[in-house]
């Protein structure tokens, strides 16, 4: 691979190439220090993202998982030789590239435990929002479902505020 050799370098490579060929897509990024693997800081090796037009687009989170972050850490990974690991913040739009830190497994990064957004459209149309309804011995918020965003992860049993609690699909 083209990274193994220099990795740092590679890192930073990929981190302006990324900020200045993606903005069409993205939007309006920098090019930002992150902290790697070891504790070090990774100068000029992130990559922010400041209000990513696609997922603010999609206006869903299972979008954003399951078509941008996934697919773009495995590339990197597989394609690049080149650990990154995405961040989205849900609250902002904005998206941390974080390139030579790998990413964690998906039963523990937060981004797969974040139910659907309000305005997400395969919420209103795939899923029952189970805030509207109690049944038989559930209690209020949880589901015998596995799927919280829309298709994305697992926090099945999970407890969460009116609205925000995982969805079960439509029969």
Request: proline share 6%; net charge negative.
């Amino acid at each position: 691979m083209f990274s193994q050799p220099l990795p740092e370098l590679s890192c930073r490579l990929n981190a302006w190439a990324t900020a200045l060929t993606c903005q069409w897509l993205m939007g309006p990024c920098k090019v930002n220090d992150v902290e790697i693997e070891d504790g070090r800081v990774g100068t000029g090796m992130g990559v922010l993202v400041e209000r990513c037009r696609y997922l603010e687009q999609t206006g869903c989170a299972s979008v954003c998982l399951n078509s941008c972050k996934v697919p773009t850490q495995e590339f990197f990974e597989k394609d690049m030789g080149l650990a990154l690991t995405m961040t989205p913040n849900y609250e902002d739009f904005s998206c941390q590239f974080s390139f030579g830190q790998k990413p964690l497994p998906q039963h523990q990064d937060e981004a797969f435990v974040t139910p659907c957004f309000k305005q997400c459209p395969s919420k209103a149309s795939r899923y029952i929002d189970c805030s509207q309804h109690v049944e038989g011995s559930h209690r209020h918020g949880t589901s015998s479902s596995s799927s919280s965003n829309c298709g994305g992860s697992s926090s099945a049993g999970v407890v969460a505020e009116a609205g925000n609690c995982p969805n079960t699909l439509r029969t």
